[in-house]
């Protein structure tokens, strides 16, 4: 890999470089961060390790044969905190001038939307080149920065190489990353074999309802079903002819939907409505949900493993309707490879219009992205303008993806 002169590795005495990442937010959050840090590793010549908790480690097989990315016990900053320093600090000591301050051996990145969201510049190649001098970098975010990746000129080159098709990114690395340990695959085999198998069609429903913006249930239903009989995933209901018997159906094309929620409304209503009444194609329509677990519950290792069943149960399915703003629907279609249909925003019994809205990429939204221009830190700058290969996110307007350029 090429590499910028100012970024190349030293001679071969130089001693490994670290990555360690840590978790922040839910599952859906930790792997796009995951995926983005092992991206950041590559680019920078770093070892990634991951500080998994109980919570995580039942989860994922490790990655890389004969190896382990698991952080050890004995990794020296976890021993002795006391010479860490932010990123903002030596940036601020270091940036621009000439300080002759020693750089500390370990710095905390942080790059949480909450810590200063918009307004880092970990995206400008100064910066780059102040962390590249620190042997480990201990990082944090919930974001999926692999956008500030792509502005940085010293790594650009080289990522277009990796990613012609730049709607890929978290696809490949997300399939190489990510695979289910045996306890969440026997639950996903589990459920492939009951029911989807014999389907002639998937279609996975992801409904995360954020408290800020909670509409009734019926509306959300209401919503999901005039989404998909728009776009043509499900088939109107028949009111006027009783369902049938499931003797007499035994032939006819099937689809099975997964419902994926904290809440059991959703697949009951929907599964009631369809065991409830005909199609108007005569298709037969079933309706599953895996879990209601009520409520995110991130530091319990089983309750993620439900998740991660469901987000790869979901990345399994023919089509995908999701709800806006969320990184666990974001890690489904990527890994499935789907553009899915975003439901929109809905208030009170209103039903919007249109209820929902096709991705243009399957890459995941990168909410906070940077907001200033590395040459002039308070000029504000629009990112599209500059880079044809990012557009705002469908979901969340102020967010960037990456977007597939035609030639
Ligand atoms: P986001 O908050 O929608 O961006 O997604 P995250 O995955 O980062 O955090 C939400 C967390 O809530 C998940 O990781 C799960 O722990 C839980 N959760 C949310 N929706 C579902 C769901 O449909 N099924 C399951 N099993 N858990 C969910």
């Known amino acids: 890999m090429t590499k910028d002169a100012k970024f190349t590795k030293n001679d071969a005495s130089t001693k490994c470089k670290y990555l360690v990442w840590t978790a922040s937010n839910g599952l859906g959050n930790r792997m796009l961060t995951l995926a983005a840090v092992f991206l950041y590793a590559i680019l920078t010549d770093r070892v990634l390790?991951?500080?998994?908790?109980?919570?995580?480690?039942?989860?994922?097989?490790e990655p890389f044969p004969h190896s382990s990315w698991l952080l050890p016990r004995d990794f020296p900053y976890w021993k002795d905190r006391k010479h860490i320093q932010t990123y903002e600090n030596v940036l601020m000591k270091h940036g621009g001038n000439n300080s002759k301050e020693l750089l500390p051996s370990f710095l905390i990145l942080n790059l949480q939307h909450t810590h200063d969201g918009h307004n880092n510049f970990f995206h400008c190649d100064?910066?780059?080149?102040?962390?590249?001098?620190?042997?480990?970098l201990i990082l944090s975010s919930d974001q999926y920065f692999v956008p500030s990746l792509f502005?940085?000129?010293?790594?650009?080159?080289?990522?277009?190489?990796?990613?012609p098709e730049k709607d890929t990114v978290f696809h490949h690395i997300g399939r190489y990353l990510f695979h289910p340990s045996n306890e969440a695959w026997e639950l996903i085999t589990?459920?492939?074999?009951?029911?989807?198998?014999?389907?002639?069609?998937?279609?996975?429903?992801?409904?995360?309802?954020?408290?800020?913006?909670?509409?009734?249930?019926?509306?959300?239903?209401?919503?999901?079903i005039a989404c998909s009989v728009k776009h043509k995933l499900l088939p109107e209901l028949d009111l006027q002819k009783p369902a049938e018997a499931a003797s007499v159906l035994k032939n006819q094309t099937s689809k099975a939907v997964l419902v994926a929620s904290l809440f059991s409304e959703y697949g009951d209503k929907l599964r009631a409505l369809y065991l409830r009444n005909t199609t108007v194609t005569n298709e037969v329509v079933r309706v599953y949900q895996p879990s209601h677990e009520e409520r995110q519950k991130s530091s319990n290792g089983m309750h993620n493993i439900k998740a991660w069943t469901e987000i790869y149960l979901l990345s399994l399915c023919d089509s995908l309707i999701t709800s806006r703003k969320s990184t666990f629907g974001?890690?489904?279609?990527?890994?499935?490879?789907?553009?899915?249909?975003?439901?929109?925003?809905a208030f009170g019994e209103t039903i919007p219009n249109p209820p929902c809205q096709r991705a243009r990429s399957m890459e995941p939204c990168f909410h906070y992205p940077p907001k200033y221009d590395c040459s002039r830190s308070n000029t504000t700058v629009d990112f599209t303008s500059l880079f044809h290969d990012m557009m705002h996110c469908e979901d969340v307007s102020s967010g960037l993806r990456m977007v597939n350029i035609k030639h």
């Open 330 to 345: 974001y890690v489904a279609q990527s890994l499935g490879g789907l553009k899915p249909l975003i439901l929109q925003r």
């Open 151 to 163: 502005m940085i000129p010293s790594f650009r080159q080289d990522l277009s190489k990796m990613f």
């Open 49 to 61: 390790l991951v500080k998994f908790g109980d919570d995580m480690l039942g989860l994922f097989c």
């Open 126 to 136: 100064y910066s780059q080149e102040l962390l590249h001098k620190v042997p480990v």
């Open 190 to 224: 589990k459920f492939h074999e009951t029911h989807f198998a014999k389907a002639n069609e998937r279609i996975g429903v992801q409904i995360r309802v954020f408290n800020t913006h909670k509409a009734p249930h019926q509306t959300i239903i209401n919503e999901i």
